[in-house]
């Protein structure tokens, strides 16, 4: 078979699919690019009729209904009743129409898609389709994008309607047991198929959680586990899912609602494909909300504007007014920047209670981060008492630490405390 449909041969669901597009791969080596074309449509009719039969054996209503009137007019054609044959044509030619219709199975694109494949299937079946003389010729390109087609969009998809399949999606993303690592859940929609699924089933899940965050009422509304979600969708499927996000998330950035803004925001945040691919235009809002912004979490905001070429001045500006409260919230690894503030705030004790509290919330916390810089900054002031830290409780812990987990080492340590006068408080 032709290099590059190999893998995704491999995707059918069935065997009898593999069998019925092997055909037509070998009609288009053969260079019958016509009969390619044919023999691809029948696979496509032979894969939906399939699917029909599975979600009605899984209860579905709308699949018991056609398949109930397929096996009529199977019956008719069999007692050689003449309208059998005019009624079973009339339901292939809208097999497609009742899976985007009554499935949700084809977005609009991807229906576009295969009702050419239909039309090119009878021009090349059919002379009668043609007004010229002369026999429809498709090309070998035309051939080979049908298909791939039929083998992306039907073959390789499960009989599932769009409805269900994105209720799936949700039900995993709403799991207790849903992974909080985006690793592991990329890995868990995979055994949901969606590294697979048909675009438009991506994008609609895209939609759904990016707005349902915004919904009051809906599932995932004042929910965490949808923002892993999102990110881990756009990790598997971000050629689909990464420009999608980034419209929905500027639709939500367009709105008067303050707690739209703040889950776009966050979003942007999150996610570095969403932030390059947002639209310029709707930058300034959050620019705005970094720097304004009341919510509790603004320190690990502000973490992550840092990290964004086109929020980082922003997230400084908002990172010089924050407080120690606040900085003690933070739940990462922080940039140098953000332990400059941290040595500042850490540094603004004036008596011993300030500098325990301090050291709880950005002295001890940070002092596994600390650089040489923030170091002797800290050490700096201690000696000259211009920050009240020495013979605080506080500062013993901070030290101590210091040698238990900064990555300079005893070594390096040993000669700051001794360049500051601080030997005292070596462990």
């Known amino acids: 078979m032709l290099a590059g449909f190999d893998e995704l041969i491999l995707s059918c669901r069935t065997e009898e699919a593999r069998s019925q597009i092997g055909e037509a791969i070998r009609c288009y080596e053969g260079a019958s690019y016509r009969a390619a074309i044919v023999m691809s449509y029948m696979a496509v009719c032979f894969d939906l009729i399939d699917k029909l039969k599975a979600l009605d054996a899984a209860g579905d209503g709308a699949a018991k209904t056609l398949i109930g009137e397929l096996k009529k007019y199977q019956q008719q054609l069999d007692s050689g009743n003449s ?11 809208n097999l497609l129409e009742k899976f985007r219709d009554d ?41 080979r ?28 993303i709403l799991s207790q047991y ?3 690592v985006i690793n592991d859940a990329a ?16 994008r609609a899940a895209v939609d759904d959680i990016v707005f349902g965050l915004t919904e009051n009422g809906h599932p995932f509304f004042g ?92 997230g400084l500006k908002r990172l010089s007014s924050l407080t120690a409260e606040e900085m003690s919230k933070v739940n990462a690894a922080v940039p140098d920047e953000m332990l400059d503030r941290a040595a500042e ?32 900054f800290i050490f700096d002031k201690a000696e000259k008492g211009s920050a009240d830290l020495q013979g605080s409780h506080g500062f013993n ?29 070596r462990p």
């Open 178 to 180: 849903f992974p909080t």
């Open 345 to 376: 705030l850490y540094c603004g004790a004036k008596n011993w209670d300030a500098a325990n509290d301090l050291a709880g919330k950005v002295g001890t916390p940070f002092a596994d981060q600390f650089g040489p810089k923030q170091i002797e």
């Open 83 to 93: 309208q059998a044959i005019q009624n079973l044509l009339a339901f292939e030619r």
């Open 187 to 202: 890995e868990r929609f995979k055994t949901l198929s969606v590294s697979t699924a048909r675009d438009s089933l991506v």
């Open 145 to 172: 994008m049908h298909i791939q087609n039929a083998l992306v969009l039907v073959l390789s998809q499960e009989p599932r309607q769009g409805k269900a399949a994105l209720e799936e999606i949700r039900r995993a």
């Open 223 to 314: 929910k965490v586990p949808p923002y892993v979600a999102l990110d881990a969708l756009i990790e598997i499927r971000r050629g689909i899912a990464a420009p999608r996000a980034a419209v929905d998330t500027a639709k939500l950035l367009r709105s008067t609602s303050d707690d739209a803004i703040q889950i776009a925001s966050l979003i942007v945040l999150r996610n570095k494909d969403v932030s390059e691919l947002l639209d310029k235009k709707v930058r300034g809002v959050v620019e705005t909300w970094i720097e304004k912004s009341a919510y509790p979490l603004q320190a690990n905001a502000v973490r992550r504007a840092l990290g964004i070429p086109w929020l980082k001045a922003s």
């Open 397 to 425: 812990s901070f030290i101590s630490k210091l040698y238990d987990e900064n990555p300079l080492g005893k070594d390096e340590l040993d000669k700051l405390t001794a360049k500051y006068h601080l030997e005292a408080y």
């Open 103 to 143: 499935f949700e199975f084809f977005g609009s694109n991807e229906f576009d898609e295969l009702a050419r494949l239909r039309e090119d299937r009878n021009r090349c079946a059919h002379p009668t389709f043609l007004k010229s003389e002369q026999p429809y010729i498709p090309s070998a390109e035309l051939a």
